[in-house]
């Protein structure tokens, strides 16, 4: 089973609100990560947890916080998001963050900003 | 740096037709290399991996892609495409830090 889960499907906030975004794997990867997808674009790659540890952080907001639990856990703390904030959220994983692993993605959560 | 280059945007092929997405790499070293494919509002599936061995690999849902080291390039096949094949697939190699780099994408579209 290759499967990630994100939650919730669909979000709308408005740019005072908190909020947060949740992604979880039982596969046992070590690596969990997240990315901003604008549409009709790539995925950005924002934050690399290796072993429940931040490992990368590409230059991100503080207005976006990770946080990561547990091994099969992974969230993002969402707080006075602007309205070009509005994008698609993946989360992936893989079994641990080297060269030779498969990232997984999970569905995504479609963010909106009001 | 690795960067990844999908030169068509767009490409329209009819059912039935046979499909190659283009995908040139640069990376010093010896690359691993992905398909990922992507329905509109959902996240990316794996289609194929290269990281080393025969260079042409198989995937899922009937696709293959070979991997040409003289050329720089990871061309994604399918012989035959199905209207449900139409989506956004995106190359992408590993780079620093273990990190995807991404293509910028090619949407297929698939016409009866």
């Known amino acids: 089973d290759t499967e990630v889960t994100q939650t919730p499907k669909h979000l709308v906030m408005g740019m005072t609100n908190k909020k947060s975004l949740k992604c979880e794997q039982h596969?046992?990867?070590?690596?969990m990560y997240w990315y901003k997808q604008k549409a009709k674009k790539p995925p950005e790659l924002m934050f690399v947890?290796?072993?429940?540890?931040?490992?990368i952080n590409e230059s991100v907001p503080s207005r976006f916080s990770p946080e990561c639990p547990n091994s099969s856990l992974l969230n993002l703390h969402l707080h006075a998001l602007q309205p070009e904030d509005s994008a698609l959220y993946l989360c992936?994983?893989?079994?641990?963050?080297?060269?030779?692993?498969?990232?997984?993605f999970g569905p995504g959560t479609r963010l909106t900003v009001l | 740096a690795q960067s990844v280059t999908q030169p068509d945007i767009h490409i329209t092929v009819s059912e039935g037709a046979s499909l190659e997405l283009r995908c040139n790499y640069s990376?010093?070293?010896?690359?691993?290399l992905f398909w990922y494919v992507q329905s509109p509002g959902q996240g990316l599936q794996l289609l194929l991996k290269?990281?080393?061995?025969?260079?042409l690999v198989q995937g899922i849902k009937g696709f293959e892609a070979e991997f040409k080291r003289s050329q720089s390039s990871f061309n994604l096949r399918k012989p035959s495409v199905h209207w449900s094949d139409a989506a956004e697939y995106f190359c992408?190699?590993?780079?620093?830090?273990?990190?995807?780099?991404f293509g910028k994408g090619t949407m297929l579209l698939v016409s009866p």
């Open positions: 947890y290796s072993y429940e540890k931040l490992s």
């Open positions: 990376y010093g070293a010896t690359p691993y």
């Open positions: 992936a994983s893989s079994q641990v963050s080297s060269s030779g692993d498969t990232q997984y």
């Open positions: 290269y990281f080393s061995g025969d260079t």
């Open positions: 596969m046992g990867h070590r690596a």
């Open positions: 992408a190699v590993v780079g620093g830090y273990s990190t995807l780099t």
